[in-house]
Structure formats: C-alpha cells, structure tokens
C-alpha cells in the first residue's frame, strides 16, 4: 500500500539551533541578517523573527554552551533555509552579508530559485534564497520540473533595487 500524501499546505514552521555563544548568534542573525528578537529566556535561549511572526528561529545553549560544530562526514543539519519575498529583498540580504564581512560557500540558480549559502558563526549552514513565481520554473518536455545548479550571477543580483 502507498504511503498517502500529506497536505498541500503543510510547511515547516520554524528551525531551533544549538549555538555555542547565544549573544554572538544573535549579533549575526538579527545585527546581519535582521530577524528582530522576539523573547529572551535568560543567557540560555532566544526566540527571532520576521515580520511579526512568533518565531522563525529559535537559538539555545542549553546542550552546546561554549561547544564546537559537529565534524564534517557526521549526521545532522546540512542547512537551515531562509526564504525572502523577493529577488531585491534577496540582494539585500546579499549586501548585508558583503558590508558583515561574511564570506559565501556559494551561489547557486536553481531555475526554480536563487540561493546564497554560507555558514553561521556556530557553523550552521545558511541558505538564504528566493522563488521565481512558479510560471517561470524550468519544465522538461514532459512538464515535470527541471531543476538545475548553476553559478548566481552576484553582480546582476547586486544591480537587484
């Protein structure tokens, strides 16, 4: 029997991140990237967001205070994604980063979107990325999607207002 299919609207609401120093995660996600803080639990966790929402991300010590990143080739999250409305709200995100000295592990069109990766202070991978509208998705021949990995072109998006 086939697994049934969930919900097309289910998502996934939030990311919780184990940080090693809470005030430094916070100087790069909301000084950087510009989540405001939405509620501070002590020196141990902190709750951020975009837009009025509760909490996109929520960053604790409570097992990694002072800790390390786990070693590459264990298990564990590859990448946090961070969706933007737009392509300009995209490319500001890119000058935030540029102006924070903070440097990219890449830059990646997907047809389907543009993405920027890069890593956290906790060395949590970031992508920070956008969708074209869904009418202007790469097809196959057969109408399925054709997704790809190209280079971004960080100049043209730069030139993005």
Not at 45 to 60: P, T
Not at 87 to 97: F, Q
Not at 121 to 134: A, M
Request: proline residues 8%; contains cysteine; charged residues 20%.
């Amino acid at each position: 029997m086939p697994n049934p299919s969930l919900a097309a609207g289910v998502r996934i609401g939030h990311v919780h991140l184990k940080v090693a120093d809470l005030p430094r995660a916070l100087d790069f996600y909301c000084g950087v990237l510009g989540f405001e803080l939405k509620q501070r639990y002590g020196t141990q966790a902190a709750f951020i967001a975009a837009g009025g929402y509760h909490h996109h991300i929520g960053l604790n010590t409570w097992e990694s205070l002072g800790g390390s990143p786990p070693p590459r080739g264990s298990t564990g999250l590859f990448h946090t994604a961070i969706l933007y409305p737009t392509r300009a709200d995209l490319a500001d995100a890119l000058r935030r980063l540029i102006a924070a000295k903070i440097p990219l592990d890449g830059a990646s069109d997907h047809g389907v979107s543009e993405a920027l990766y890069l890593r956290d202070p906790d060395q949590n991978g970031v992508e920070l990325y956008w969708d074209r509208p869904e009418k202007n998705w790469p097809r196959t021949p057969a109408g399925g999607l054709a997704m790809m990995t190209a280079p971004l072109d960080l100049e043209n998006l730069l030139a993005e207002k």
